[in-house]
């Protein structure tokens, strides 16, 4: 744990197979209030099964997770929900037919108390205020998903988030497939949350600049386990390609 924070999210020695296959082995990690941590590592390393756990969608065959110090064990995603800890996924999961607002409401919309109709206009205020407080510029709330950029659209699905008051956003890969301008959108975003400091994050990416950019600390995952934990004050875009390269080449070199 850092100095003067709170962990908000902790685990020890969690573990994860998928039949002969072992995900993750004996990982223990932790992110701290209003901390942003990055998490590397090849594809098939353990990651995103490390985020599935956090997020509830998996439970671990084995350790302890521990939520505002808390020990819990997370029956579903939605559990996880109600406990503040939300996901953004690659995919995003919205939908192009609906306006901005909609989709920021996706599951949880708003009706009138005394008829079971949707309450368009509190929905469409809600949504306006918020993207308002993250700094996110939209033509309008009124805009329908599809005729937005693809950094505007995973702003939409992070706003969507914070829209349920979330304490914990875990960002799978959010700038996969972006250019340099539309990543910007994104790590702008990531830096004004930040700022605030009233939501904590954890953030998968290959590129280890972005995550020097805008993390905290970083996190290395290696074949199912936390092979490396640093401030990244403390490291370096050249350190980090080195221990991956270095386990590019044990590799190789066990195939040899």
């Not at 709170?6 to 197979?17: H, Q």
């Not at 439970?59 to 110090?69: E, H, M, Q």
């Not at 979330?166 to 994104?186: N, T």
Request: charged content about 25%; aromatic content about 4%; some cysteine.
């Amino acid at each position: 744990m850092s100095a003067g924070r709170t962990s908000v999210i902790r685990a020890e020695g969690l573990a994860k197979r998928y039949g002969p296959v072992t995900a993750l082995r004996d990982v223990s990690i932790h992110l701290d209030e209003g901390e942003v941590l990055g998490l590397i590592g090849d594809n098939g390393a353990g990651k995103s099964t490390l985020v599935k756990i956090l997020t509830g969608f998996h439970p671990p065959d084995a350790g302890r997770l521990f939520i505002g110090g808390e020990a819990v064990t997370l029956r579903s995603v939605n559990d996880a929900r109600q406990r503040g800890i939300e996901t953004v996924y690659q995919d995003l999961a919205l939908i192009d037919e609906l306006p901005v607002y909609l989709n920021m409401a996706l599951k949880r919309e708003l009706t009138f108390r005394w008829i079971p109709l949707l309450d368009r206009r509190r929905m469409r205020r809600m949504a306006a205020q918020r993207l308002q407080e993250m700094a996110i510029a939209l033509p309008s709330v009124e805009t329908d998903v599809a005729y937005l950029s693809g950094g505007q659209r995973q702003a939409i699905a992070i706003a969507r988030a914070l829209f349920s008051d979330a304490r914990v956003i875990l960002l799978d890969e959010p700038l996969a497939a972006m250019g340099a301008k539309e990543s910007m959108v994104i790590l702008d975003l990531i830096r004004e949350l930040k700022r605030r400091g009233d939501v904590s994050m954890i953030m998968i990416a290959h590129n280890y600049a972005q995550i020097l950019d805008v993390c905290d600390r970083v996190n290395l995952v290696q074949h199912g386990r936390i092979t490396y934990d640093r401030l990244v004050d403390e490291t370096s875009v050249h350190e980090l390609t080195d221990l991956v390269a270095a386990e590019y080449r044990r590799a190789r070199q066990g195939l040899e």
